[in-house]
């Protein structure tokens, strides 16, 4: 995987791309295998685990709906003290009921079993076809396996077996040059349909071999989410299984203490990893042609940014127009007027790109360059400002645009 390839991220500083992903740092290992779970044979169940003790920070989907492995996870796991994650691939296990909690219970309980931990040191994370149960006998032989396969270069595998539409590799590692010497940060995802706000449709994993405070990783990662995987869209539907997890072991013998100089270092890398990751996401949408950084300005507050931005990136119609090129800026209005319904008239600057397109809430004035305007709809990645004209706040969203592979792909997924 090519790293911090989108012009909307950033390359973190002292930072240098290495081999690997979530087993790059020291202390990790992990396996990913074929354990039947996915008709196609591919690879579904994975397993990542440090064989030092770590502290560890999660974050999980607020849906009300949501999987048997997050209601676990929130339950029964130690938030600040997980030391290993088992994950699968072609079953959900959401909206399962009571069988599919024990299930996921179990596969804790055998996972921990396995690698020699607690049970609530070990997360459990699914992902694939809502309300059909796990095959539990398959997931049980494909879990010892995946113990006994443990290796420090089985990074690839593991991000491999939790992939389903994804077409787009997610994962790689950096190392990082702190005061004290040098960290890696290890990482891999998977996601590109049912991507939406608060916390995207996705299974995304962090690993570091410095040591931290939980607190502190757990204000890094609430941070870093904010501004990536919860400021993405694909296809606006919330998933039932997203889940976050940041695993620090230590064995760099490097600590980051809060409020240091190389907390805020390795702050700052990690935020640039997971809007990498994030990026990937919006690209990879299935059957996406075009990535749209969506930056509203002028907002009376924060909430009211987001708001407009969350309804501008889920509107179909906005999103089709990206797809056939169409510079149609009255729907980008007309969404955040609806997200702003009953508030006075709205005086807003719609800018693509450079090129100014509206001006207080009409045509703008003066000719367009259509040509400028032309070579920018054919972009892949295209940039949009609103500029409101209410405050002084802002969002910035991405979101892909919705095509007729996206179609084909979700009206065929279950068949």
């Known amino acids: 995987m090519t790293l911090f390839s989108s012009r909307f991220g950033e390359r973190p500083g002292g930072a240098r791309e290495v081999a690997g992903s979530v087993t790059a740092p020291a202390g990790f290992r992990a396996a990913g295998l074929a354990a039947g779970l996915k008709k196609s044979g591919k690879l579904d169940l994975g397993l990542l685990v ?65 690698c020699g931990l607690e049970p609530a040191k070990m997360a459990v994370a699914s992902t694939g076809v809502i309300g059909v149960p796990l095959d539990m006998q398959l997931a049980a032989r494909g879990i010892a396996a995946a113990a006994d396969s443990l290796a420090a270069d089985g990074g690839d595998s593991f991000a491999a077996a939790i992939r389903t539409t994804d077409s787009i590799d997610k994962q790689g590692a950096i190392e990082l040059e702190l005061s004290l010497g040098k960290v890696r940060i290890g990482f891999c995802a998977k996601g590109a349909g049912m991507i939406a706000p608060s916390m995207a449709t996705m299974l995304a994993f962090v690993t570091t071999d410095a040591g931290a405070p939980g607190g502190l990783l757990k204000e890094m990662l609430a941070a870093v989410a904010a501004a990536s995987f919860n400021s993405i869209s694909v296809d606006g539907d919330m998933s039932t299984n997203d889940c976050l997890f940041l695993l620090a072991n230590g064995a760099s013998g490097i600590s980051l203490e809060p409020g240091s100089d190389d907390a805020g270092v390795f702050a700052a890398a990690l935020a640039a990893v997971c809007k990498d990751l994030a990026l990937k996401m919006v690209a990879d949408g299935e059957g996406a042609t075009r990535v749209v950084e969506l930056n509203i300005a002028g907002a009376a507050t924060a909430a009211e940014a987001a708001r407009v931005a969350r309804a501008i990136s889920n509107s179909p119609l906005v999103r089709t127009a990206f797809y056939g090129g169409d510079p149609n800026w009255g729907r980008l209005m007309a969404s955040a007027g609806a997200a702003l319904a009953g508030e006075p008239a709205l005086p807003a600057d719609v800018y693509y790109e450079e090129v100014c397109l509206a001006a207080a809430g009409a045509e703008a004035a003066g000719p367009i360059d259509a040509g400028r305007l032309a070579a920018i709809m054919a972009q892949e990645e295209i940039c949009v400002k609103l500029d409101l004209h209410r405050g002084a706040a802002g969002h910035t969203m991405y979101f892909s645009d919705l095509t007729h592979e996206y179609v084909t792909i979700n009206s065929e997924y279950t068949t």
């Not at 607020?62 to 999987?67: K, V």
């Not at 088992?86 to 909690?101: F, K, P, R």
């Open 50 to 114: 440090s064989d030092l003790p770590c502290t560890s920070a999660a974050l999980y989907t607020p849906n009300a709906a949501a999987a048997a492995p997050i209601l676990v996870c929130r339950q029964e796991s130690q938030p600040g003290r997980i030391q290993g994650v088992v994950a699968n691939s072609g079953s959900a296990n959401a909206c399962t009921g009571e069988a599919g909690l024990e299930d996921a219970r179990a596969m804790v309980r055998q996972a921990a079993g396995a």
